[in-house]
């Protein structure tokens, strides 16, 4: 037995120096890498600092990734005016201007001027202006906006210590990623607010002049009157949405909707380089007092009535004519003009689809060329 033990030490001495030597080489590997590589999980780049969320908040438990997020991104906001003719002193002296509304907006393009926002915010403006950071009071001129999108870019010409707002990614968005919403709800009394809140949902639609024309971001974060045309940032410190609506009915709280970045900008890009931004279209007019209730009086489906075809465009050409009724495109349902204009932002001017019509009792499929409509 003492033979047994001694040599069970001697053969366990080894197999110990060896696991206390594993111990330590392991011990100043995971040192090494703590130090050197970052851990997994979300990563915000604000500027030229690199902060990874966990870590950040872990060693900072006074302070968040959206305090540097906001100490980055606000200089790029700004708060934009609308003033339009109705009498009154107002801002621009006895002018008869008066300030009809205001919103917010971000410099998309800091040596050019080019601030995007919503065109709800600066519609039938006589005169816009923009307060910038630094408090600066600017005019600013159109270059170019529609309602179809709800989209516009506006241009001032104090292009000193302006900065851009940088540009994200909105098709690789996540449900359940975190986001910040920057603006100037109520005006400029309560300017350069933030809110935090979470994708709550993606493809959002909304039958609502402007926004039906794109699959919505939806968040929790709080966007209120005055947030319109602000950005909706990532974790990454880049916009990645145009807060554009909220939901106003009595009882609902935290349903936000944001224009995605990456539908929006060939839009914009086309404002700034043509001053108009073109879209796909059956070039045809639609009588909107074409209800659904309409149409189940009469025994007819719901859709979208054609009142009048343009002259050799694609929806004349393919032998749709005053009277029928689109149902469907590509079939995804038309039911009203705005699901209409849904679908065709999908294509662009020369794409082919078939357009599903209903006349004289019975449905009929056809192959449209698609034509372009400028805003």
Sequence with gaps: MEYYGQDRRRSILPVFL???????????LVVWYMSNVKQAGPVTNVGDRVIDVGQYVASNPADYPATAISEAL??????????????????????????????????????????????HVIEDAAEIMVTLY??????AALVGGDTRTDLAVIRIGETDNLKSMPIGDSNSLRVGEPVIAIGNPGG??????????????LNRFLELR?????????????????????????FSGQVIGINAAKNNMRGFEGMGFAIPISDAEPV???????????????????????????????NSPEG???????SG?????????????????????????????????????????????YRDGASSVVRVVLGELRS
């Design 18 to 28: 060896a696991a206390l030597l594993g111990a330590m080489v392991g011990g100043l």
């Design 74 to 119: 606000q200089p790029a906001v700004v708060g934009v005016s609308n003033f339009q003719k109705g009498g009154g002193y107002g801002f621009f002296g006895g002018s008869g201007l008066t300030e009809v509304g205001s919103g917010s907006g971000f410099i998309y393009d800091a040596a050019n001027g080019y601030i995007v926002t919503n065109h």
């Design 134 to 139: 630094d408090g600066r009071n600017v005019q």
């Design 188 to 201: 400029q009394a309560f300017a350069n607010s933030l809110t935090q809140g979470i994708v709550s949902a």
């Design 210 to 234: 402007g926004e039906a024309s794109f699959n919505l971001i939806q968040t929790d974060a709080a966007i209120n009157p005055g947030n319109s045309g602000g950005p909706l940032v990532n």
């Design 268 to 298: 914009i890009k086309q404002f700034i380089e043509k001053g108009h931004a073109s879209y796909a279209a059956l070039l045809v007019s639609i009588n909107e007092e074409y209800t659904p209730e309409y149409a189940a009086y009469i």
């Design 304 to 310: 979208c009535y054609i009142a009048r075809t343009e």
């Design 313 to 357: 465009g694609g929806a004349e050409r393919a032998g749709i004519k005053a009277g029928d009724i689109v149902t469907a495109v590509n079939g995804a349902p038309t039911k009203n003009a705005l699901q209409l204009s849904h679908e065709l932002f999908k294509y662009n001017a020369g794409d082919t689809v078939d357009v599903t019509y």
